[in-house]
């Protein structure tokens, strides 16, 4: 097992790591907590993946993926990763993108043991979670501070290793970039979310604005982002 540690954080894209991680080629892939299906997007079109569930347990997201007609290898779904609506053993991959930290921490062992039991023998589960450090975690934690509920998701995996529900592949540490043109685009893409209800008194704001333009760039406002992927494996037959 290659190990590089979060001192010796390669500068790179999601994508290229995934590609190296996990072999997507004719895979039939889930993904739990898909969002917007950007990364849902980037995977089918930059690979040869056979197909992708890609799951979104806010209503409001999901509704919004049911319109997305240009990927016809897709299926959008809505249900909880502690709750998932699949039959045994039915995929190669499983993966989370900064997302297995939203699942209520009571939830998150019967979500891993879940992902589990759909995934094949041999089969691989991702996931991939913010570091809680960093410039952009720094603007963000005045207004939601993850630091928890983060150590929360790391320790259930750490569980799901050490009661042996699957074996631990890899771990990874990395940097990616994030653009962002400015600060109204911030305000849409991060307090807009609707999984989570931001409500930010004005003095907040000010400084959140304040923090947030000390980035500003020729190339917009840019952020180097620490994660953490762990890759897990269920055993073969």
Partial sequence: MKLIGPGEQAL???????????????????????GGAEKTRAIVERTEV???????????????????????TVTFKSYGAQNIDEEDNSFDIVIMFKSLHHVPKDDMDLALREIHRVLK??????????????EFNEIMRLFHDEELVRQQAFDALVRAV?????????????????RL???????????GVTHTNHQLDPPTIVEVKRRFMKHESAEGFVFQVPNRVDLLRKAAL
Wanted: proline letters at 7%; hydrophobic letters at 40%; glycine letters at 6%.
């Fill in 50 to 72: 056979a197909s992708i569930t890609a799951v979104e347990i806010d209503p409001v997201q999901h509704d919004k993926n049911l319109t997305i007609t240009d990927l016809p």
């Fill in 181 to 191: 043109p400015s600060f109204e685009i911030y305000l849409d893409n991060v307090l």
């Fill in 12 to 34: 790179t894209s999601e994508m290229k790591v995934i590609n190296r991680m996990l072999n997507l080629p004719g895979a039939r892939v889930l993904e739990l907590g898909c």
């Fill in 162 to 178: 050490d009661n042996k529900v699957m074996g631990l592949e890899e771990e990874y540490f990395f940097k990616n970039i994030i």
């Fill in 121 to 134: 023998p041999g089969g691989f589960a991702y996931f991939s979670e913010p570091v809680f450090a960093g």
